[in-house]
């Protein structure tokens, strides 16, 4: 199990290393994951070994946004004190993510020659 772990790692350190390194705007785990990807297209047997270990990490990410809930409630002063902006911003969003979605599918939708 120390293993699957220390690639998983080791992927996201790299990946992190080089986007500090080079100053891009990608995300550290975003390269890393992009590295354990082609790890993984390359050496199939890594697939073996990684995947009982992320599927048990999978298993557990509720508990990755204790730590955001634990903000949340640090900050709760500022929710008290601007909750009408907060709820606005959340709502307007919102409504505006479903839209893009909504006007995105319509798009790909005619692009495709389908009917409604």
Same mark, same amino acid.
């Given at each position: 199990?120390?293993?699957?772990?220390?690639?998983?790692?080791?992927? @996201?350190?790299?990946?992190?290393?080089?986007?500090?390194?080079?100053?891009?705007? =990608?995300?550290?785990?975003?390269?890393?994951?992009?590295?354990?990807?082609?790890?993984?297209?390359?050496?199939?047997? =890594?697939?073996?070994?990684?995947?009982?270990?992320? @599927?048990?990490?999978?298993?557990?990410?509720?508990?990755?946004?204790?730590?955001?809930?634990?903000? =949340?409630?640090? @900050?709760?002063?500022?929710?008290?004190?601007?909750?009408?902006?907060?709820?606005?911003?959340?709502?307007?969003?919102?409504?505006?993510?479903?839209?893009?979605?909504?006007?995105?599918?319509?798009?790909?939708?005619?692009?495709?020659?389908?009917?409604?």
């Amino acid at each position: 199990m120390l293993t699957p772990i220390a690639i998983l790692l080791v992927c @996201q350190l790299a990946g992190e290393t080089a986007s500090r390194a080079l100053g891009l705007p =990608v995300p550290g785990p975003v390269l890393g994951l992009l590295l354990l990807f082609v790890v993984l297209l390359l050496r199939p047997a =890594v697939a073996q070994s990684v995947g009982p270990v992320a @599927q048990r990490i999978l298993a557990h990410l509720s508990l990755l946004f204790v730590p955001a809930g634990v903000g =949340v409630m640090a @900050q709760l002063d500022v929710l008290v004190r601007d909750w009408f902006a907060l709820g606005v911003t959340l709502v307007a969003s919102t409504v505006i993510s479903l839209l893009v979605g909504v006007g995105t599918f319509l798009f790909v939708l005619r692009l495709s020659g389908g009917s409604r």
